[in-house]
């Protein structure tokens, strides 16, 4: 599990740039991270929110439970078809 924090600011992970704090955070980089993340916060029965870039986020209150930041990185094209490119794009894209 990657670094759990606790009363975060949002401020500078929303497009907003408004003031809100999370209960618990974590910046999840890999996928491991990620499930490890949902894994504990679904055992102790916090509410979870996935957060990327915050271009479509806007925050109205600080959230109770535990944020996890996509932090990894990647875009990969996988095929390629006449009328279509299909890509992955990691969470934090």
Known sequence: MPTLQENVS????????IEARARYFVQCAATAEV????DQAAGR???RLVLGGGSNL??????????????????ALVETR???FIVRAAGGA
């Open 10 to 17: 949002l401020k500078s992970f929303n497009t907003f740039v």
């Open 35 to 38: 499930k490890a993340a949902v």
């Open 45 to 47: 029965g916090w509410p």
């Open 58 to 75: 806007l925050l109205t209150r600080d959230f109770p439970g535990l944020v996890m930041h996509m932090a990894n990185r990647g875009i």
């Open 82 to 84: 006449a009328d279509a």
